[in-house]
């Protein structure tokens, strides 16, 4: 039996949350659906596309703060003696 465009949506939305960090449970499952509720009440149209956004606008993804790659550059003297 295929699914429904309601049952891939809200696998995305819950893989979406899984990725970001968020705990397995009650609480995230609850959050998904309910998104997915309140966009199915506008229409099922782009559904998966309109879960997808309002999911990133109520729950966004935490920042990452990445280490630069390499160290700043800065100029130093070595002391080496004039050229002659």
Not at 14 to 34: D, F, H, N, S, Y
């Amino acid at each position: 039996m295929a699914r429904s465009t309601a049952e891939i949506a809200l696998g995305r939305a819950l893989a979406w949350l899984r990725w970001t960090g968020a705990p397995p449970g009650p609480e995230t499952t609850r959050l998904a659906v309910g998104i997915l509720a309140q966009v199915l009440a506008h229409g099922d149209a782009d559904l998966i596309e309109r879960v997808m956004e309002a999911l990133s606008r109520q729950a966004a993804a935490p920042e990452t703060h990445l280490p630069t790659v390499t160290p700043r550059i800065t100029r130093i003297s070595i002391s080496y003696p004039p050229y002659r």
